[in-house]
């Protein structure tokens, strides 16, 4: 399954030649299913009430029950959403955002667009898809249902599994707009959890007068801010301690806010808008139910011999490419990074019973740009108790040549120089499963082949499974045995 994705913007200074991976990055924002069911019960804003908590609290669930029975009763709906999480980490300010948009006409009409996937229906046959550059958009897959003749919340989150995934595990869940349209009772799982309600001084949002709410719950505080004319939600606040722990968990990180913004929010479909159509585009192969494209290959270049690359070892002396051949070559590129350490540590472990081999070496690439020293290099290895001999990719082949995004990562060259390994990120079992593949390589057997034949017949086991799925881009209803909505 995908990740799912963000745009993120961002102000940086010099970073390495090759970094370690953001800690701040989309999936981050995942949470658990249970907390997310709780989201998909959210919404408000408030309104000054009188001076003793609990008639306050009156007026403030009072203006929340006048926007809930605005949007029950609404007989179309369209906003342009945004997600959007913002904090300052590092001297940098980071801003994450997600699309989270929705018309809707009753009584089962409806386009959605929200993290990456989108669905549509023209009253007739629903259509969805999930985006993915990475697979080409799952190879142009789309789904294809029967619309029922009223729409309700299982219809859509059971109209694929992969597709009910991406929504479960978006920065803040479900769409809240969903729950508020079509939900039997919107909110009620979350303000039974609310511990106290307070009406905040009201705001105000380009021309839209709003009153707030804020709910306090055991996951944290959620802010809502409904139109004081129209009870239409305008703006949504989020309690990122617990939408966003891990960079809330950072110390470094400050600054740290998650809302949506229910831009263009209305409870009037513009006349020329014409967002239901059901149409697929042209080559879209329609299907019952998405199916999961194989995980691609990390790299192009298994079974492939890199050219003209070459390393600065301690004493500034050049390694080129052509000195590692005649022996099978471990290469770890790093940055003076918590992860990296913990990886050279594992590399160090496995290469330890090789120490004396002449026919297997292993170093450690440092991948810092030159404003790092050789001294500071070396005295980071020493305190983290790496002696693997190292040497610096000054010039970026890593990143140039080998295509490495992240640090730590792995390339293992058998003893012609071609590519047999190629593995980013972290392993806690490296040190138990390297040796095995030194062993079958000193052997003579070439790893990289075997996966590259294994790759391929996935990637026909996909393409047969999706040929058994096709559909002629009508509507349908998936086979009994369908598990795509569960």
Known sequence: MPRIKCQRSGVSDQGPVIGPRSPVTCYLFAVTCALLLSVAVLAGCGKRGSSTSSSAEQDGRLVLRNMIAAYQNARSYQDSAVVRLRYRHHRRVYEDTARMQVSFQRPNR??????QVELRSDGKRIVGQVADPETD???????????????EIP???????????????????????????LAEKPLDE?????????????????????????????????????????????????PPETFASDIAADRLATQLTLEIEFRDASFRLPREAKPFDAELPAGA??????????????SELFGKTPQGFFFLDPQQRRIESGHLQGQITALMWFNQHPGCADALKQLQAACRPYLSDGRVKCFAIAADNSQVTNDQIARWLAAK???????RDLRAFGRDTFRIPWTPALVILDATGRVQIFEVGGNEQLAEQLPEVIGRLLDG?????????????????????????????????PPADDTGGR
């Open 110 to 115: 409806i386009a959605l667009a929200a993290y």
């Open 190 to 238: 979350l303000l039974s959890q609310t511990k106290q309600v307070r009406v905040l001084p009201d705001g105000a949002i380009d021309q839209w007068h709003c009153q707030r709410i804020q709910l306090e719950t055991k996951q944290g505080k959620f802010v809502f801010w409904v139109d004081r004319d129209h009870h239409l939600l305008r703006k949504l606040e989020f």
């Open 155 to 181: 219809a859509l989150y059971q109209l694929d599994e992969i597709a009910h995934a991406v929504l479960r595990e978006g920065m803040t869940g479900y769409p809240i707009q969903l729950d508020l349209l």
């Open 137 to 151: 958009n799952f190879d142009g897959q789309w789904i294809v249902r029967d619309c029922p003749p009223t729409l």
């Open 385 to 391: 108790r790496i002696s693997l001999p190292w040497m």
């Open 285 to 298: 192969k329609a299907v019952t139910h998405l199916v999961p494209p194989p995980q691609p290959l990390p």
């Open 445 to 477: 057997q070439d790893i990289a082949q075997e996966i590259l034949e294994k790759h391929a017949q996935t990637r026909d086991e996909y393409l047969a499974k999706i040929g058994q799925l096709q559909v002629d881009g009508q509507a349908h209803q």
